[in-house]
């Protein structure tokens, strides 16, 4: 059988457009979406390098102020220092020659303490001085100590001296300070004055 059959206007015009809209939904899921989809890829891809890049420089800025920061206070002789374990003895020598202007002075070490490669020492001062300017050359003294040596805590009573005729009473300062040093396991040796060695820290 032999069809003839001619399409009107308006069938030419419905095919075309039918034609139109198949094209642009082709278009659509071929080729637009997956621009679209890349584009928005990208674009969060630059955006996280941005926040990388960024990232970097505010790093590389703090490290470059303290660089700076260490840098001065070398240069100011103030540079703290973290001694190997075991420095008492330079920590007493330290001590000794901060509290020389002092009387009555009395230091207890406690045992130290152990955590991961870092020692903590405790330690408790009490010492008497005639003058409040002694005393606070002494708290002055520790905190530009160029060992690491936290104190957390400082207690001052006063008291008046008994007076003589020839020489009258004056205030004495008494002061109790607790305090830490601070030192590190590396460059050091252990001893028996630490906890037992713990193989999970030391490699730490």
Known sequence: MKLNHTFSLKEKFLIFLALVIVLVVCYGKFFSDPL?????NEKEEQVSLEKTIASIQTQTAEMEKMKRELDTLKDAGKLITMPSYNAQSEEQ???N????????FKLNFQKPTQNGKQIRRDFVISFNTQTYDQMEQVLEDFANSKMRCLISDVQVVTTQSKGTKEEPGHTIYAVQMTGTFYETMVGGTWDPDLPPQDPAASDS
Do not use: Q, V
Request: zero cysteines; glycine letters at 0%; charged letters at 45%.
């Open 97 to 104: 020659l901060i509290l020389k202007r002092t009387t009555d």
């Open 36 to 40: 679209e989809e890349r584009l928005k």
């Open 93 to 95: 020598n330290m001590l």
